[in-house]
């Protein structure tokens, strides 16, 4: 019995949520074993209401589950930011998710904008550190001369203190600073190494080391240090803007690529056009020993709310991801293989060229997958 965690969220969430939930009790009973759901009502609605955006008791609840299943965050009636900190990112450092794990893989049937490329072509994985960084939190915006402020950095790995004392005369300022340590990069980066190993032996590591030489100067050093270990992985560094060029012009390229957080943010909406759009692209949020969260990559979409036309593909594909992560390997392959039936049969969203709603497009994939035959 697999106790997961049900967050919807905002906008389109509750609806590509509640589609991935039925996907994977049709994979627990076509595989063999039981899911037992525990709502969450995290989001928007309930910040409105009460003001609380993570409860000690949320916590608590999602700390005794096995993974928490995300479906998106964001609403227009909050400001930007106060969501996607206090809840999404909140989630990922408390329960020190390091890996943002994103699959870059074109599915038999689907179109990609990238001219002559198959899903030979494109089947990569992007490992994004999830705990560093510019995400960190630390930066402040003022007018005056002078500011001292104390900010921190709290994490299970460290402690970090930033006791700033800014002295300017312009108008108005603004800073954020980026943080890397030796050891939240080592650990991320040891999984990009095992998981290469595990596929085609290959590791691209994005930096910027040749502007922001101190961050991602330590970045480096610990990717040729991790390396050391792993003799038969292939490595190569890329500046983020030619591995955007990259992305583009020979996918076929990679194999694993391993990224500090923002630049992992960025590349992975392009990785997932090239896939197909965002409305295919699963994301996996891991602590290899802790709990994980998976969500699909794109956001909330409040526009689209309660009108049925959203694809719940990604959210589903991220369900897959779940699965996978709890060693339910041959459900994880029949939920993949489900969507891209689904796609082949042309049982999909407006968005992909099809006519279905996401209540039909989920149904059809959990029927597919109740019928699995693996
Ligand atoms: C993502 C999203 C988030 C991020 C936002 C919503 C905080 O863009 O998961 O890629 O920047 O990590
Ligand atoms: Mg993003």
Request: charged content about 25%; some cysteine; hydrophobic content about 40%.
């Amino acid at each position: 019995m697999y106790r997961i965690a049900a967050i919807g969220g905002d906008g389109i969430g509750p609806e590509i949520l509640a589609e991935g939930r039925a996907v994977l009790d049709a994979a627990s009973e076509r595989f063999g074993f039981d899911i037992e759901w525990v709502e969450c009502e995290i989001g928007a609605e309930r910040y409105l209401k009460t003001g609380e955006l993570l409860t000690e008791e949320d916590l608590s609840t999602l700390r005794e589950c096995r993974a928490i299943y995300f479906g998106a965050i964001g609403d227009e009636r909050v400001q930007p930011g106060v969501l996607e900190k206090g809840i999404l990112l909140a989630l990922r450092f408390h329960f020190d998710q390091y890996v943002n794990l994103r699959p870059i893989r074109l599915l038999e049937g689907v179109t990609t904008p990238l001219a002559g490329k198959t899903p030979a072509d494109i089947d990569f994985v992007v490992v994004r550190e999830n705990t560093e960084d510019f995400y960190v939190g630390i930066g402040s915006r003022f007018t005056g001369h002078h500011q001292k402020t104390s900010l921190d950095v709290m994490r299970e790995l460290y402690t970090i203190r930033f006791g700033l004392d800014v002295e300017s005369d312009a108008d108005e300022i603004a800073y954020q600073i980026g943080v890397i340590s030796r050891e939240g990069s080592r650990r991320v980066i040891e999984y990009a190494f095992d998981l290469a190993r595990r596929r085609r032996q290959k590791l691209t590591s994005v930096d910027k080391a040749n502007v922001l030489s101190d961050v991602y100067g330590l970045w480096r050093d610990v990717f040729s240090s991790v390396a050391k270990g792993y003799p038969g992985v292939t490595t190569e560094f890329n500046y983020v803007d030619a591995v955007t060029m990259w992305f583009v012009k020979n996918p076929e390229w990679f194999d694993v690529v391993v990224t500090p957080n923002m630049f992992g943010d960025i590349i992975t909406d392009l990785g997932a056009m090239i896939q197909g759009g965002l409305g295919l692209a699963p994301g996996g949020n891991i602590n290899p020993v802790g709990t994980s969260m998976f969500e699909p990559i794109h956001g909330s979409a409040p526009k689209y709310k309660g009108m049925g036309v959203a694809n719940p593909c990604a959210t589903i594909w991220a369900g897959a991801l779940l699965l996978d992560h709890l060693g339910e390997h041959d459900a994880a392959e029949a939920v993949i293989k489900g969507i891209e039936s689904a796609i082949t049969a042309r049982a999909i969203t407006r968005d992909m060229g099809g006519e279905l709603s996401t209540h039909d497009c989920g149904s059809w994939i959990a029927s597919h997958v109740k019928k699995a035959n693996i």
